[in-house]
């Protein structure tokens, strides 16, 4: 089974450019989330999509990051413009009820360097 | 609110050894569940070990076991016979769906 997907793996660019990141979940996974990871701390939630709805998106900052998964399967999150404080790791997770139990896939995430 | 606390931000131990990696963590939820994931340095998070909070027996899988202490709201993660590809940051998470995650503990396993 081929594992959640992300690309670019590596991102630099200037500060107030755009960036956009992309996910393919693991085929089936209705339910998806995109985090952000600062250097030396554990994830945070930025939003969850189930299917192509979205259901928490209480930490994503929208005036400059905005996500989307069109169709219910591949997901975007765009930051426009971006911000120093925005360098951070991106990780996309999809999940699924193994066991009885909910559990989330990571991909190996995108790493953002803003200068 | 949800909040989890990893108190040891650094361990070292040498290989074959046991380790015990902390961590505490607070909810309203009555309905929940916990995890440990690891991070190597390729930075992509693998699941280790889950406990969902309603059970009260400990999982395990394989060298890894925790010890939830559900009063207490602590949940630990116990590394048997320690191998040099067990280094790596470890993240003590919680949530139903939505996660939340400590602060991570850097785990050396020294040959």
């Known amino acids: 089974e081929a594992g959640v997907a992300q690309s670019p793996r590596y991102k630099i660019i200037e500060k107030r450019q755009s960036v956009a990141f992309w996910c393919n979940p693991i085929?089936?996974?209705?339910?998806l989330y995109w985090y952000q990871q600062i250097l030396g701390q554990g994830p945070k939630l930025l939003i969850q999509f189930q299917n192509n709805g979205v259901v928490d998106d209480s930490q994503l900052p929208k005036d400059r990051f905005s996500a989307e998964r069109l169709k219910g399967v591949d997901s975007t999150l765009k930051i426009q413009p971006a911000k120093l404080e925005d360098s951070a790791v991106y990780l996309c997770a999809s999940s699924s009820v193994l066991g009885g139990l909910e559990t989330q896939y990571f991909g190996p995430g995108t790493r953002l360097l803003v200068l | 609110a949800q909040t989890v606390t990893q108190s040891q931000p650094e361990m070292s131990v040498q290989e074959a050894e046991t380790v015990t990696l902390s961590c505490t963590y607070d909810t309203s939820e009555s309905n929940y569940y916990l995890f440990w994931y690891k991070q190597p340095p390729s930075r992509q998070m693998i699941l280790v070990i889950r406990?969902?909070?309603?059970?009260?027996q400990n999982a395990t899988e394989n060298r890894f076991s925790v010890n939830f202490q559900k009063a207490a709201k602590s949940f630990s993660l116990k590394i048997s016979d320690s191998q040099l590809g067990d280094t790596a940051m470890y993240f003590c998470a919680e949530g139903a769906q939505k996660l939340v995650f400590g602060q991570g503990t850097r785990l050396t396993i020294n040959p």
């Open positions: 406990q969902e909070a309603y059970k009260q």
């Open positions: 085929s089936g996974h209705a339910t």
